[in-house]
């Protein structure tokens, strides 16, 4: 049995449709990315969770209990505010303690448990600190402290990371990951940054306009995309349309050119032979060699030129047009040197790394579009 459960969710806001029919199965203890744009209803889940909205539709069970209509004050959660929400006039430890008070526990157990609490985030000995004292990592520390004094039943993070500056939050998103295990809590992580939802979650589930576009693993997710959403919004990815033909997909150039068709070898696929396809290819599974260079035999073999160099610290990408389109590849920094812009180069990338996607029924021959690249950074 699922500990916690969505079945059917809906929530509108007027005639805006915020999430629509969203169905979730989580296991006690797992640790839950809802990852995607601004507006695509991750935090409207999270908050109908948490009891602070009301759903349209569909339920909301925890461990096998329908808590749909149950108040926000008796589901017995913990949840953790992008903008820390703590009383100001309160210091560190009474901060925490407020949940405790609320249980009625006594003084010296509320003292004990702030002095666990204080200890687990790293903040022993500044519990007499206000928050105007601490710095916004010190902050959220006390935010997340607070929400699991209460031994809640499941704790919820709305975007806790994001007014942090970069290197605050690589070290706090560790942390909460930590804490986490430690405890076996069950947890639900709202966030638009898809290197947090990869690096912390057990599973990542993806949003796209109130619907999930595709759940699972980090690796899964990231290898073996479902959807061009997900291909597009995980990482950088180059799509390039074409149609299915056999074991390989045909690549068209435009009909008002003399460009010939290119045929791109991919995994094995049960897809119609002449059905539109989207063939997907990360810029770090191509290889860049010069026109002498040998490449294996198994690999499709595409020619460019060099067109710009972008550093990203531990990698050059290169923009390389190929015919009539682009692709992104990413070079090793200490190799990138040897190809400079305006350069003649070869793109050499192995079957298994062409994710396959079909879109829809091949148009007529001459209303193929024209030949073209979209990659998506």
Not at 162 to 177: F, G, P, T, W
Not at 193 to 217: N, P, Y
Request: aromatic share 6%; charged share 20%; hydrophobic share 40%.
């Amino acid at each position: 049995m699922s500990y916690l459960e969505l079945v059917h969710l809906f929530k509108s806001y007027g005639s805006v449709m915020a999430v629509q029919d969203v169905n979730l199965q989580i296991p006690a203890g797992e640790f839950i990315s809802l990852l995607g744009p601004s507006g695509c209803g991750k935090t409207t889940i999270l908050r109908m969770i948490a009891g602070f909205e009301k759903t349209t539709g569909g339920s909301i069970l925890l461990e096998g209990q329908d808590i749909t209509h149950i108040p926000a004050n008796r589901r017995d959660m913990g949840m953790v505010f992008q903008s820390y929400s703590l009383f100001p006039h309160m210091t560190a430890g009474q901060n925490i303690a407020f949940g405790l008070r609320v249980k009625r526990l006594s003084h010296g157990q509320q003292r004990i448990r702030v002095h666990e609490m204080l200890e687990l985030v790293g903040l022993s000995g500044m519990g007499d600190r206000y928050p105007h004292q601490m710095s916004g990592g010190q902050q959220q520390r006390v935010a997340l402290a607070r929400a699991l004094a209460i031994s809640p039943r499941l704790l919820l993070l709305d975007e806790p990371l994001s007014a942090l500056d970069a290197k605050v939050r690589l070290q706090l998103r560790n942390e909460i990951r930590r804490i986490q295990q430690q405890l076996d809590i069950t947890t639900l992580f709202v966030t638009h940054d898809q290197e947090e939802a990869l690096s912390i979650s057990d599973r990542v589930v993806v949003m796209s306009q109130g619907r999930i576009d595709q759940a699972g693993t980090p690796e899964e997710i990231y290898l073996t995309p479902s959807t061009a959403f997900t291909a597009s919004f995980i990482g950088a990815m180059n799509q390039i349309p074409g149609v299915w033909e056999g074991e390989q997909v045909r690549v068209s150039a435009h009909p008002n050119t003399q460009i010939p068709d290119e045929f791109l070898r991919t995994q094995t696929m049960e897809i119609s032979n002449g059905t539109n396809v989207l063939v997907l290819v990360r810029p770090e599974s191509i290889t860049v060699l010069r026109p002498e260079d040998s490449i294996p035999a198994d690999y499709n073999l595409l020619s460019g030129l060099v067109t710009s160099r972008i550093f990203l610290g531990s990698v050059v990408r290169l923009s390389v047009l190929v015919g009539e389109f682009y692709l992104n590849v990413d070079v090793p920094t200490a190799q990138a040197e040897q190809f400079t812009s305006g350069q003649v180069v070869q793109l050499g990338f192995p079957a298994d790394q062409c994710r396959v996607l079909a879109i829809a029924p091949a148009a007529p021959q001459s209303a193929l579009p024209h030949k073209q690249v979209r990659s998506v950074v």
